[in-house]
C-alpha cells in the first residue's frame, strides 16, 4: 500500500517537473527557439488551431525563426496572432514566409525574466509539497484504519519526504541553469 502511495506521489512530482520545464521554454532568452511559440493559436476555418499545426517552425539563425503556413492564405492570420501574443516579438512577413527576429534583451527585461523563473519556480514546489501532503494524509487514512504500523507509517512518510527532497532539488537545478541561460549575453 506505501509502495502505490509513494509511486502515485513520484508520477504527480514528476508531472510538476514536466509542467515546470514547459514554463521555462516559453520564456525567451536572446536566443531563438520553435518552443517560444507553443502558446499562440491561429483561427483557422473557425476554430483557433495552435501554430505548430498550421504551419512548420524553424530556426533560421541564432537570433531568427521562420515561420511557414502550410497555405499562402494564413499568412497574415499568423502574423497577426504572433504580434497580438504576449511575448513581445515583431514578425516580418515577405508573402508566404514569416521571420521572427528575437529582440535583444536588455538587463532589466532579464531581470524580469529570471523573476517569473523563480515564480514559476515556486509554484512548482509548493505543487510537490502539495502531493507530499496528500500522500502523508493518505499514509495516516491507512493508520486510522489500522491496516499500517506507526512503523510502516512512519517509514512511509520519511520515504515521500526523501522524495520530495529529490524533486525539490531538481527545481533548484533547472531554476540555476535557467537564471544561467537568460542572464548569459
Known amino acids: 500500500m506505501i509502495d502505490d502511495i509513494k509511486s502515485d506521489a513520484e508520477q504527480r512530482m514528476k508531472k510538476c517537473i514536466e509542467s515546470l520545464e514547459h514554463s521555462f521554454r516559453k520564456i525567451r532568452t536572446g536566443r531563438a527557439h520553435p518552443a517560444i511559440l507553443d502558446g499562440i493559436t491561429v483561427p483557422y476555418?473557425?476554430?483557433d488551431?495552435?501554430?505548430k499545426q498550421v504551419a512548420s517552425i524553424n530556426v533560421e539563425d541564432a537570433r531568427t525563426l521562420v515561420v511557414s503556413p502550410f497555405e499562402k492564405s494564413?499568412?497574415?492570420a499568423v502574423e497577426k496572432a504572433i504580434m497580438a501574443?504576449?511575448?513581445g516579438l515583431n514578425p516580418a512577413s515577405n508573402g508566404d514566409v514569416i521571420r521572427v527576429p528575437?529582440?535583444?534583451l536588455t538587463e532589466a527585461n532579464r531581470k524580469e525574466l529570471v523573476?517569473?523563473?523563480?515564480a514559476?519556480?515556486?509554484a512548482t514546489r509548493v505543487q510537490i509539497r502539495n502531493a507530499r501532503r496528500d500522500a502523508n494524509n493518505d499514509i495516516k487514512e491507512l493508520?486510522?484504519?489500522k491496516e499500517l504500523s506507526e512503523d510502516e507509517a512512519k517509514g512511509g512518510e520519511n520515504a515521500i519526504q526523501k522524495l520530495t527532497d529529490q524533486f525539490v532539488a531538481e527545481v533548484d537545478e533547472h531554476l540555476k541553469a535557467k537564471e544561467n541561460d537568460l542572464m548569459s549575453i
Open 74 to 76: 494564413l499568412a497574415p
Open 85 to 87: 501574443s504576449d511575448l
Open 115 to 118: 523573476k517569473q523563473a523563480k
Open 102 to 104: 528575437m529582440p535583444m
Open 143 to 145: 493508520l486510522r484504519e
Open 45 to 47: 476555418y473557425g476554430m
Open 49 to 51: 488551431t495552435p501554430l
Open 120 to 122: 514559476d519556480a515556486e
